[in-house]
């Protein structure tokens, strides 16, 4: 891997940053103080309807009269989004249960037109992600995660989706839905499994890369219960507040307990809408960021239970995720996690997640058993050529909204690497996160975040150079 050039000293970095938020801030305040745009018959010319579209979106006119709310089948939704991520409490591994797509995205409406788009289901849209960011480490920033490079101007995604979302707002007919990503940048690394182009990072090392994050279909049976959706391909890993895509999250960083647990999975999962209540999945994967066709291929089970609460202020999610003999093998975690959701209000939000994951068999360090390219060995007891490998940890994140452009997050993390299998050093971690969100109308999010990270038995970042790692960044979303 090359290394990173010099790093500058921190007041310039610090200045990079602020220079960085300062211009796209700019951009959006200019966008946005722009003369409103005049209503005109729709443009043949796809540029100029896609501008249309952007001016439209950031210069949004008055409604003469309020319009119906579209169709929806279950509890109301607890969240505004924008600028939470989503309205309704999260679950992986299927599309929300009687929710109705309602999204209008710019690239559908400039090649299309707003009539056309409307009558059609199967969706082109995506991002770009710009990230900048100025951190006292010199080398990396690991196991701190999407931030990884110090001291530079990136793509943390470019990404592409086409999709079509079954209907599962109707309780009547079989429906279906399929979904494609192409996702291109730094962040890459976090999503490549083994089996799709597991070469380029771990033993390539380029630092821009491709993955095909997520190719699903989606089989949703209406009469199942109150709805049941079957997922077949490659998917995010079910549990957790946070996704690997980026509009998915309150902040442009990872918690450490992000970083280091399972990322997707190749398998079938069900989703069991029983009542407004309760939620129920099952499912059979090939093992966590592995390709059915490779040798570190394990049938693995994966349950869930959902219970949100008669007022829906609280959300309960619990998952089992991954299980088999729990042997060594590429990411083979056995991972048990806890979510849980709560709003004081539709302004004040608490999330909190734990897990606690394992291997067993893993060699050690300091034996003499090869350790498989893409993983660490263990800090084994002397003498011991295998070990179990323990880790757990806890994040809790703090969401206020200011305004329905205006989203201030706090976040608090620890993880305890006992044995280093996750980061390659046994110690453990904390960090604690400062971040402001902000939206330029549906389509611009500008994310600038502070961040204090310390290792507290040895040193864990910087690849070992240094025990407390501070970074100032920024991304900014470009929705298309």
Known sequence: MNRLSASPDVSV?????????????????????????????PSPDFFRRLTAYYRADWHPQPASSASPAPARRGAPSPLDSPPFPGSDWSYGGSSTIGEPDTNSYPLMTAWLGDARTAAVRSKLYGWFEPTVDASSAGFRNDPIADDAYPNRVELGQGVIYLERLPDTVQQKHFDWGYHLTALYGTDYRYTIDKGYGYRQWYVDHHQYGFDPTMEYVDLYFARVAQGMNLRIGRFISLPGIESQLAPGNFMYS????????????????????????????????????????????????????????????????????????GHYAYNN???????????FSRKWVLATEAWYMYQTQVPSVSGSLPIETGTSGAVCAFGEQRCTAPEYAAVNYIERQFSPHDLLSFRSDMLDDQKGQRTGFATR?????LSWQ????????LRPEIRLDHSWDRNGYDSGRHATVFTAASDLIFHF
């Open 438 to 445: 902000h939206w330029f109308g549906s389509t611009i999010q």
């Open 254 to 325: 990872h918690s450490l307990l992000y970083s280091v647990d399972p990322f997707t999975d190749t398998g079938a999962v069900a989703t069991v809408k029983l009542n407004d209540r309760w939620l129920v999945q099952a499912g059979i994967i090939a093992g966590h960021d592995v390709a059915p066709w490779t040798s570190d291929a394990r049938p693995s089970a994966t349950a869930c239970v959902s219970y949100t609460s008669a007022s829906v202020h609280d959300n309960l999610y619990l998952c089992a995720n991954g299980i088999n003999n």
């Open 13 to 41: 970095r610090l200045i990079l940053v602020l220079a960085f938020t300062f211009l796209f801030s700019g951009i959006g305040v200019c966008a946005q103080s722009a003369a409103p745009a005049q209503p005109s018959a």
């Open 333 to 343: 975690l056995q991972q048990y996690d806890a979510t849980w959701y709560h709003s």
């Open 429 to 433: 971690y904390t960090e604690n996160t």
